[in-house]
């Protein structure tokens, strides 16, 4: 892989791709599309390509890219804060973005990688297989099955192009201090017993959640460009856990004993009790199986926070 695009790579995942692409293709021309709308340069320390400071879904690709081809395209940029309620905005940015750039990949058929989410199967609880009817809960939610649509309809109209959404569960891991709010459980609990207070949870503590490491969520999304052909793979650890034993595992590797302090959950109504993802599918079609367990990628999250 020489020629290589990343939208998003100021944020989250993508600077963690965008970097483990640059650590694993050395000689490759890596560049970035990002508004920094919720990214941080400080994510790209290190990055040796170019950057494109541009709004996806307004982007003039072909003017901008000319003929220039690459050999494969991840697409992380989104508005990722799944409290904007603008519908007009998610939707335009979420997917008028990903029409756009999957518009410019097909004149190459260029393998094209792309985050969906988890939040297409809405509050069900459970195991979570793709072939699940989507039950989006939110626009954010509905934005990503209209990528999802999208990407079916272009993959059934040209079966030899690759076109592979992945669907995230909850990733946690380094370059997420800037989501703020949105960042995830892992590290808001984290904080809060790094500063001596008590981890705040919602009453009993026992919701599940398939939390993933993004160390896993890199290695999956790289491995999706060269999928054998196109679909949709949930990219989640496949072993769930409580927010009680996420605490545990805080407290032993902080060497802290703090209880969790029970809260009302406003949310009652409509909050997952479990979500699990079925990764059997990226097993079988992938050959991925994620290697970070919860206590361990959370042990490894909480060596890297402290030797920041
Ligand atoms: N973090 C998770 O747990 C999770 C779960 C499910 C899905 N996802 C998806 O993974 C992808 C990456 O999420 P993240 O957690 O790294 O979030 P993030 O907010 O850190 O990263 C998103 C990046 O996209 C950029 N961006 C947003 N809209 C843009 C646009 N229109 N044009 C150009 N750049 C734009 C932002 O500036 C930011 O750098 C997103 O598509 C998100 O929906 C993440």
Not at 70 to 95: K, M, P, R
Not at 190 to 215: A, C, I, L, N, T
């Amino acid at each position: 892989m020489r020629n290589l695009l990343v939208t998003g790579g100021a944020g989250f995942i993508g600077s963690n791709l965008t970097l483990e692409l640059q650590r694993q293709f050395p000689g490759a021309r890596i560049v970035v599309v990002d508004d920094f709308r919720s990214g941080d340069f400080k994510n790209l320390r290190g990055f040796r390509g170019d950057v494109v400071a541009a709004d996806v879904s307004r982007l003039d690709w072909g003017r901008q890219f000319g003929d220039r081809s690459f050999d494969a395209i991840f697409h992380e940029a989104s508005i990722t804060d799944t409290t904007v309620h603008d519908q007009g905005l998610q939707v335009h940015d979420n997917v008028e973005g990903f029409r756009r750039l999957v518009e410019f990949a097909s004149g190459t058929q260029t393998p094209v990688v792309y985050a969906s989410s988890a939040a297409t199967y809405g509050i069900g609880s459970g195991v979570q297989t793709e072939d699940q009817e989507p039950a989006p809960a939110n626009v954010y939610a509905f934005s990503k099955v209209q990528l999802d649509n999208l990407a079916r309809m272009h993959a059934q109209r040209s079966p030899a192009w690759r076109i592979v959404g992945l669907r995230y569960f909850n990733v946690y891991g380094p370059n997420e201090i800037h989501k703020k709010a949105a960042a995830s459980m892992i590290f808001q609990l984290y904080r809060q017993m790094k500063s001596g207070q008590r981890p705040r949870v919602f009453r009993s503590g026992e919701h599940r959640r398939d939390f993933v490491f993004v160390r896993d969520v890199v290695a999956l999304t790289v491995r999706a460009a060269t999928a054998p052909h196109s679909g949709v793979f949930n990219c989640g650890s496949g072993h769930p856990i409580s927010f009680n034993e996420v605490i545990g595992v805080l407290n032993r590797n902080l060497g802290t004993s703090l209880e969790p302090e029970y809260i009302d959950n406003p949310y009652a109504d409509f909050y997952q009790p479990h979500t699990e993802a079925d990764m059997s599918r990226a097993s079988k079609e992938l050959g991925f199986v994620p290697q970070w367990k919860p206590a361990e990628g959370i042990a490894e999250y909480v060596n890297f926070l402290e030797n920041r």
